[in-house]
């Protein structure tokens, strides 16, 4: 291919890929661990929550989502940031295509896992489904959004502010979301599940997005790390090849 083709001068760089990578397999990975609700014991209490945070097993699988697009953001720009996010929210319905024909394709009878609990573990309900993909397509355009507002509002500065930023708002809208169409509203117009009280849901809420705020503040050094490092990967690789090519 030549050096100078449209096609070459286009080919992501190492560092796009490597991002485009990491976000979509936190995505998958929140896919499918969204149905868990994990528990974790806490040394005091909080109001609402008490003695244990409750929250969806994808939380942590989601959080690295919001790290690898604020990155992806704030190296490559919002529309390409909103590309990525987009393509990955209609990954989600391929993602699910194979699940569910894999669930109902035969079963051999020399299978170490039964049909049964295949689709246990991999087959999310619908609740689950329409609520992941309502909140992500929602939260994660959000977090995009409001990413770049911040950068322009600082004039590029302040790298922290918008990651925490952007993330601490858009986590808000996810959570709240997720837990309230997943558990309380699709259940109740679908009628396949039952309703949890109000302090539940509200446990639900807050303990999930504690955490999510603390992986937002805490994972604001790797963002710089990994923001600077590909930039200097970038610029190496330019220096060596100005197409900037991955390889041939």
Same mark, same amino acid.
């Given at each position: ?78 529309? /390409? %940031?909103? @590309? ?5 929210? *209609? ?6 295509? $194979?699940?569910? +024909? =894999?669930? /109902? %394709?035969? @079963? ?5 896992? *039964? ?6 573990? $991999?087959?999310? +309900? =619908? ?122």
């Amino acid at each position: 291919m030549p050096r100078d083709s449209p096609r070459a001068a286009a080919t992501p760089t190492v560092g796009q890929v490597t991002l485009i990578g990491l976000f979509v397999t936190a995505l998958v990975t929140a896919q499918l661990t969204a149905s868990k609700i994990l528990g974790f014991s806490l040394p005091f209490e909080l109001p609402i929550v008490g003695a244990q945070l409750a929250l969806p097993g994808a939380a942590l699988a989601y959080a690295v989502t919001f790290l690898a697009s604020d990155c992806y953001a704030e190296l490559y720009g919002r529309r /390409a %940031a909103q @590309v990525m996010v987009n393509v990955g929210f *209609a990954m989600n319905f391929v993602l699910l295509a $194979l699940v569910w +024909s =894999t669930i /109902a %394709a035969p @079963v051999a009878p020399t299978s170490q896992v *039964a049909a049964d609990t295949f689709a246990t573990v $991999l087959g999310a +309900s =619908t609740n689950i489904v329409v609520a992941s993909l309502l909140a992500y397509v929602v939260s994660q355009n959000w977090d995009v959004l409001v990413f770049h507002r911040l950068r322009e509002y600082t004039d590029g500065d302040h790298l922290w502010l918008r990651n925490v930023g952007s993330t601490a708002s858009s986590q808000a809208i996810d959570t709240v979301i997720f837990v309230t169409v997943g558990f309380a509203i699709a259940p109740a117009l679908l009628g396949n599940g039952d309703v949890p009280g109000a302090g539940f849901l509200a446990s639900l809420i807050v303990g999930q997005y504690l955490l999510k705020l603390a992986i937002a503040v805490l994972d604001t050094p790797v963002v710089y790390a990994i923001v600077g490092a590909i930039r200097q990967y970038d610029l190496d690789a330019a220096a060596l090849d100005p197409a900037g090519r991955v390889g041939d």
